[in-house]
């Protein structure tokens, strides 16, 4: 069932942002807003049914208190002490592969929107999706934006929403706490960066 879950989460992942690609470049999106609702189901139904939860672990409970009845008080409380270990270190394992493969999952599209701009990666220490500008007519746009802000502040206003946009896209769908930033061309410096929906750093002005 984790596997099935996993690769529900990851189809819904992929189909959720290829909607958002699909509804901005006016293409058909209604079938994949279906693939989306039904791996969404899929997912939930998968992580309903895994064997770490209360209520899937009652019946074998049951079964294991009749079958030990003869067992003395202290060695149950130390059963239930160490099913509690295995449940944690389990619920821990299944949170970081689960992170992991969203992060992968949300980087995999980005890098596929952005190819024709530039390139993406991600700091998993610092939570930050990095846009790296490589192509060169974007470059020299963004410069130019850069340069002349009082005559360019339709696009950088279009630029924000889009970040801002994209933040809180990965917000929902991955955790809190995440970074998006566009580079400034040729350095290191941020020319854009967007945490949780709001805007942290705006260098085109």
Not at 140 to 160: E, G, H, R
Not at 168 to 181: E, F, P
């Amino acid at each position: 069932m984790l596997f099935l879950a996993i690769i529900g989460l990851l189809l819904f992942l992929l189909a959720f942002f290829s909607v958002l690609s699909a509804r901005q470049s006016g293409g058909g999106w209604k079938f994949l807003a279906v693939v989306a609702v039904l791996s969404a189901l899929l997912t939930i139904f998968a992580i309903v049914k895994l064997p770490y939860w209360p209520y899937n672990q009652t019946h074998n409970a049951k079964t294991t208190a009749t079958s030990s009845s003869s067992a003395s008080k202290n060695n149950r409380t130390a059963k239930i002490g160490s099913s509690e270990v295995v449940f944690n270190e389990a619920n821990q394992k299944k949170a970081a592969a689960t992170t992991e493969l969203k992060e992968n999952s949300i980087l995999k599209q980005l890098k596929s929107n952005y190819k024709s701009m530039g390139t993406v990666s991600l700091d998993r220490k610092t939570k930050t999706f990095t846009v790296t500008p490589t192509n060169a007519k974007y470059v020299k746009s963004l410069k130019t934006v850069k340069q002349y802000p009082d005559k360019n502040q339709k696009a950088i206003t279009t630029i924000t929403q889009n970040y801002e946009s994209l933040s809180n896209s990965i917000k929902k769908h991955l955790a809190k706490g995440y970074t998006i930033q566009l580079l400034e061309p040729s350095t290191t410096n941020a020319l854009l960066s967007v945490k949780d929906g709001e805007v942290v750093t705006n260098n085109f002005k």
